[in-house]
């Protein structure tokens, strides 16, 4: 293959593209497409996962990879000149919060992977300049332990208040297209960019043998897709309110925003009731609505300030429940722990691997289950999560007991035995990984 172009080119390229966004705020771009060659594209194949299923042609990331510069050199001409056709996405399902529904997931080809990657790259360099503070979700440098910490600030420094929980209904396959486009054409007037994500968008979906063109949404799991959130939400709620909502109210108030999920945090009642009152007339402006049992407004207040009920508001963000609680110097703090519903998920999924996998050697079940372990303490192990990430830790051990004790008819897995094994085969344990509180005057 001819000599491959380092990563700092391309970053070099992308970061004029930036710095001409940054320059320009207020300017559709028109030239864009130019950026889009063989060294992007390569660039694009290096950051594309390479082990994920194939989409409708069958084609692997290995496959393709044998004559990696021919095949990019065609979708790039395909892509200039008009030519490419957008394959459709293959469609599975995933179980869903409790098990009982499940979420829908588009698998695209490999090559659209790769060439969809390459538009995102280069108009989320155009974008960067534009999204909020308030925006963490899919973008460079940020991270959802960073939207948490955001929010566990500003809860600690308003000593709590009213947060309004949102929650909208099948996002990824409502958005609207039309209003996409519009969108998209108020920042970028690129024929080719445009061209390619229309196409993406009317691709279809490929489920059961059935083929389909759906009117709205995008499916998750294409390359593209969180991009396309994230500038769509960026107008309907990110620029409406720090730029609208903010300044009509009486007290603070904040958003805090990961793709779809979002929670705003307000000071005084009022500010969140009105808000609450014309969030849905806002979101039905864009094809949205709200899912009407887990959009709701919950009275944070410190526990001195109980809700109706009588108990401590609570309210879920990024598969964490936050509550009022104390520290250990008996301060009252926002803390945190794993939501019920992912916990549940999380362990039933490793329940379910142990049952399948039971017959495997006992040191590659270790092996996987610590893989298992170190990544659910990788996100959930934050600040005063321990007693959930403790009760993880022995759910599992419990789990593999049970499964490795009906191996066969004979076998007789008990803890004692167990516990000796476990001490030949260890299995990580719970470890606090982010430290998410930060120096906040006492409260």
């Known amino acids: 293959m001819a000599e491959t172009p380092s990563s700092e080119t391309v970053s070099t390229r992308l970061q004029r593209v930036a710095e001409r966004a940054r320059e320009m705020p207020q300017t559709a771009l028109t030239t864009l497409a130019h950026h889009i060659d063989l060294d992007l594209l390569l660039e694009a194949y290096r950051l594309t996962r390479k082990d994920g299923a194939a989409g409708v042609d069958g ?16 979708v790039l001409n395909r892509a200039k000149s008009g030519t490419y056709r957008a394959p459709p996405v293959r469609r599975v399902h995933i179980p869903k919060g409790d098990g009982r529904r499940t979420r829908p997931i588009g698998i695209p080809t490999f090559e659209d992977k790769v060439l969809q990657r390459a538009v995102a790259m280069v108009l989320g360099a155009v974008y960067e300049q534009d999204f909020r503070d308030c925006s963490y979700g899919f973008r460079p440098g940020r991270s959802a332990h960073q939207a948490l910490e955001f929010l566990w600030e500003r809860l600690m420094g308003m000593g709590g208040g009213w947060v309004l929980e949102l929650d909208i209904e099948d996002f990824f396959g409502s958005l609207d297209h039309q209003r996409l486009r519009e969108i998209l054409r108020r920042r970028v007037q690129d024929g080719v960019l445009l061209r390619l994500i229309g196409k993406w968008l009317r691709a279809g979906v490929l489920e059961g043998g059935s083929l389909t063109h759906p009117d709205a949404g995008t499916p998750q799991g294409g390359v593209i897709s969180p991009l396309l959130a994230n500038i769509y939400l960026h107008e309907v709620l990110d620029t409406w309110f720090e730029d609208v909502v903010r300044s009509r109210m009486r007290g603070a108030a904040y958003l805090a925003r990961f793709a779809d999920d979002a929670v705003f945090v307000f000071a005084c009642e009022d500010d969140a009731r009105r808000v609450a009152e014309v969030l849905p007339k806002r979101l039905a402006k864009f094809g949205l609505t709200l899912h009407p049992e887990k959009t709701r407004l919950v009275a944070f207040g ?37 939501a019920r519903g992912r916990f549940t998920r999380s362990l039933r999924a490793v329940r379910g691997w142990c049952r399948v996998n039971r017959h495997l050697a006992i040191a590659e079940q270790q092996r996987v289950l610590s893989l298992k372990l170190r990544g659910h303490y990788a996100y959930y192990g934050i600040t005063g999560n321990a007693p959930a990430l403790q009760r993880y830790f022995f759910e599992v051990r419990r789990a593999w007991r049970t499964w490795l004790d009906r191996r066969s008819h004979r076998a007789q897995m008990t803890w004692d035995r167990f516990v000796r094994l476990a001490d030949r085969y260890p299995l990580p344990p719970a470890r606090v990984v982010h430290s998410v509180y930060r120096s906040v005057a006492s409260p």
Do not use: I, M
Not at 59 to 74: H, K, P, S, V, W
Not at 302 to 313: A, I, K, V, Y
């Open 302 to 338: 410190r526990p001195r300030s109980r809700s109706r009920s009588g108990r401590p508001g609570t309210f879920d963000f990024l598969g964490f429940t936050h509550y009022w609680g104390k520290s250990r110097r008996g301060n009252l703090v926002v803390r945190r722990k794993t």
């Open 59 to 74: 084609r692997t990331a290995q496959e393709y990879a044998e004559d990696l510069e021919q095949n990019l050199r065609d």
